[in-house]
């Protein structure tokens, strides 16, 4: 397993990371889910990632107590706050209440004195962000934060935080989490260049598109029933027929590298060096090990030009 800082910060995380959206909490059972995270920290995966919402708190719980078996300093742990975690006007968004209370929260369901990153889960249009920053750095002086992280905000909302922070003397932001796989390229035109200029690293969801590049998808129309395109109707929109035929495309070129196509999509991401790591789910430890292999894969400029011809 390869590592790499983590924006402008000295922290070091694993190329692949684990995360725990719909799975760990969810309809993985908790023994394959445990099983995950172990097999993940024997590859040398340092890195995991929860968040209060998923499964009302039971992805933490698993989460955190899978870990305990291991020494705190041996990994970075991360977590967010912003989607409604009950019925009352405040139990959501990114005031100064609901932060500190769900960040307590979450260090109760972790069993952990602190975590390594919180991200604001995404950008709260009705709380100034001076008061969401204000609050995350009281958390980092208590020790019960130790970097700021945003997950899905657009480059204006990045830069506004980026100055606020400065003007006040506050924690900037060191970690972006956005959606980026070679479906979803969004940030590239404004968003990485802003990161790249101001210490701010991406660790980025969905690398794989919900398992559209590993080529378990062959149809539109005849979907597993077992997977996650089966359950969700957005990931299940997301598989067309000529993002099916792409892929075929693709699982070519990674034939005749020697890899699959997973990996090959795990790596064209890692390619470019903004990226600190690409987060996956697992709900099996195979699918960690298989992910875990595209760490330190550098593909040719002429594989990325052929990648980039079948893209077009």
């Given amino acids: 397993m390869k590592y790499r800082r983590l924006g402008g910060s000295g922290l070091k995380v694993s190329e692949i990371s684990l995360g725990s959206w719909l799975t760990y909490g969810g309809y993985v059972e908790r023994e394959h889910a445990v099983n995950a995270i172990k097999t993940a920290y024997d590859l040398g995966i340092n890195f995991f990632d929860t968040a209060n919402v998923y499964e009302k708190g039971a992805a933490e719980e698993l989460v955190g ?23 009352g006007p405040n139990d959501r968004g990114l005031s100064r209440k609901h932060v500190i209370e769900q960040v307590n929260a979450s260090l109760m369901r972790l069993g952990h004195e602190y975590v390594d990153i919180f991200y604001c889960h995404r950008h709260d249009p009705e709380t100034p962000i001076h008061e969401t920053l204000r609050a995350i750095d009281d958390l980092i002086r208590q020790g019960k934060v130790l970097y700021v992280g945003v997950s899905e905000w657009q480059a204006s909302q990045i830069a506004e935080a980026l100055g606020v922070a400065d003007r006040y003397l506050l924690d900037r932001i060191v970690v972006n989490q956005p959606k980026y796989n070679m479906f979803d390229r969004y940030i590239e035109k404004e968003i990485m260049p802003l990161s790249e200029r101001s210490g701010i690293g991406q660790v980025v969801f969905s690398p794989l598109a919900q398992g559209l590049l590993t080529g378990k998808y062959t149809s539109a129309f005849d979907i597993p029933t077992d997977s996650r395109a089966a359950k969700i109707e957005w990931v299940r929109k997301g598989i067309t027929a000529e993002r099916i035929n792409q892929v075929k495309q693709l699982e070519v070129i990674a034939g005749d590298f020697g890899i699959s196509v997973g990996n090959l999509a795990l790596a064209w991401i890692l390619r ?19 992910n875990a292999n595209a760490s330190g894969i550098e593909l040719r400029e002429d594989i990325i030009t052929q990648i980039e011809d079948i893209l077009k």
Avoid: D, H
């Fill in 65 to 87: 107590k899978a870990l305990k078996a291991y020494p705190r300093e041996s990994y970075v742990l991360a977590t967010k706050a912003f989607w409604p975690m009950g019925e």
């Fill in 272 to 290: 470019n060096s903004n990226v600190a790591s690409a987060l996956v789910g697992a709900s099996r430890p195979e699918q960690v090990t298989e």
